[in-house]
């Protein structure tokens, strides 16, 4: 899909489709599923937890904050990221709207 057709689709479709885009990565699942084990900030945990380099770690850390899936806040010479709560229940009421659309009991036949 091109950057010029994102206009031909609702809002939530482009959304539901950026979120999903970002989070289609397993290194972002993975950072993810850490920060919300964690219950907590972190900072330099990801590196070992993760198991990638601190710059790939980086770079994933930003796309999500640039979604405001995560939020960050310095702590001296680093940063320290926590899951967004708010962002958080926003992505989950989008994607459960979203899937809610079939019914559970689709019997109709399809193929």
Request: aromatic share 6%; charged share 20%.
């Amino acid at each position: 899909m091109g950057l010029t057709k994102t206009e031909l689709f609702t809002q939530e479709q482009n959304e539901i489709a950026q979120i999903a885009k970002i989070m289609a990565h397993p290194a972002r699942i993975a950072i993810l599923q850490y920060l919300i084990k964690s219950q907590s900030c972190i900072n330099t945990s990801l590196v070992q937890e993760i198991g990638l380099a601190q710059a790939t770690i980086s770079q994933h850390l930003r796309e999500l904050k640039d979604a405001g899936i995560i939020k960050g806040t310095v702590e001296g010479a680093s940063m320290s990221y926590c899951i967004d709560p708010d962002r958080w229940m926003e992505i989950q009421s989008l994607f459960e709207q979203f899937f809610q659309n079939i019914p559970r009991n689709n019997q109709n036949n399809c193929c």
